[in-house]
């Protein structure tokens, strides 16, 4: 019988190698804009994120927001918005990214206390949805689907 990583490969999936940190998080490189940053990927966020002091760094068009964000202890914080941006994660591409720009400050001080690395945003369930996401835990190994057009 043929592997997963086989089959997936046939089905034109990109593999992407995650890193299991202290905090037993999922990480992950991408390039937001042609600019590399260091993302947890969380199945349990709605939207991919970025830090609103990451705008300058990732070249991103930011938008007043009406939508308020929560998660990871926080609540009600007030958000922006970014449309249309280029994400690359291993050789998976996108050029129509949508991101929540928010403050990020209590996630990386979460880490932090925990001797891990900041990172710079999180890769939501709206980018793993775009990707047809395969997630292979044991491997510690992301699966997204090559979009038909770039």
């Known amino acids: 019988m043929s592997s997963l990583k086989k089959l997936l490969e046939k089905k034109k999936y990109r593999k992407i190698k995650l890193r299991k940190i202290v905090t037993n998080h999922l990480e992950l490189d991408a390039e937001i804009n042609g600019i590399k940053g260091r993302f947890i990927l969380d199945t349990g966020a709605s939207n991919s994120c970025v830090g609103l002091d990451m705008i300058e760094r ?80 044991d491997k510690k190994v992301l699966y997204l689907r090559k979009p038909k057009k770039f």
């Open 58 to 137: 990732f070249n991103l068009d930011a938008e007043e927001s009406e939508t308020k964000a929560a998660g990871a202890g926080a609540t009600d914080m007030e958000t922006q918005q970014s449309n249309d941006n280029t994400l690359v994660i291993g050789k998976w591409k996108t050029k129509k990214c949508h991101l929540v720009l928010f403050d990020l400050t209590h996630v990386n001080a979460a880490l932090t206390q925990h001797e891990a690395e900041e990172v710079h945003g999180i890769i939501g369930a709206d980018v793993l949805e775009k990707g047809k996401a395969i997630i292979d835990y």
